[in-house]
Every structure is written in C-alpha cells, then in structure tokens.
C-alpha cells in the first residue's frame, strides 16, 4: 500500500508539473522535484503505518528514507534520458517502465535498513 501511496504521490506531481511547467523546465528538473516532495509527503506514512516504527529520531528516520530513495531518483534521471530522447517515449510513460522494479527494491531496503528495528539489531 505504501509504494502505490508513494507512485501515486509522485506521479500527481509529476503530471501537475509538466500540465503547467512542461515548455519551461526541464523535465529531469521535474522528475527530481517531485521525487523530494513525495518523499517528504509519505515519509510519516511509510514510518507510523507501514513500518510502524514508535522510537528513534524522526529527522534520522527521514535522512535513510531519503538516501534510499536517492538512489531510484538516480535511476530515473539516467534511464528517462535514454527512453524519452532516444526512443521517443513519453515522460510519464517512461517512469512508468522504471517504478516497477524501484518500488519492490525500495521496499526491501526500507525494510531491511532505514526502518530496522533497533532493539532487534545484534550488537558486538
């Protein structure tokens, strides 16, 4: 739920910003505004409902969130040149062929890294 939440999100933004600013701004410019405010927009979700996470730092939490989703945005800005300048697909039509594998991968590593829980990590 939380990873179509977060597309859902993400692809609004998107759409609204190349409907009024597409002649304007670049698209690249786009895809990575609207990635920052979708992360900011579902960060509480994916920590009080998906993860349930009740301890640690906020400000923590949402700087590992961030970095994972950092990496996917670095994705979407190297392959949407390649499908939309090479191969002539639509912007939106290009990320769509990019979120799939994103969005599961994304999962696992919230999992297993930014969400983990602390009293379960071993310590030496």
Known sequence: MGGVMTVAVYFGLLALGL?????RVPYLFLVAVSHL?????VYPWYRLVVFR???????????????VGLSFLATSVTVLPLLVELAGVHVLLAQSMVIPVSTVLAYLINRSWAFRDPAGVKRW
Not at 37 to 41: D, K, N, S, T
Not at 53 to 67: C, D, E, H, M, P
């Open 37 to 41: 405010l979708a992360v900011a927009a």
């Open 53 to 67: 996470v009740s301890t640690g730092s906020w400000i923590a939490g949402l700087a590992r969130f961030y970095l």
């Open 19 to 23: 409907l009024i600013l597409e002649e």
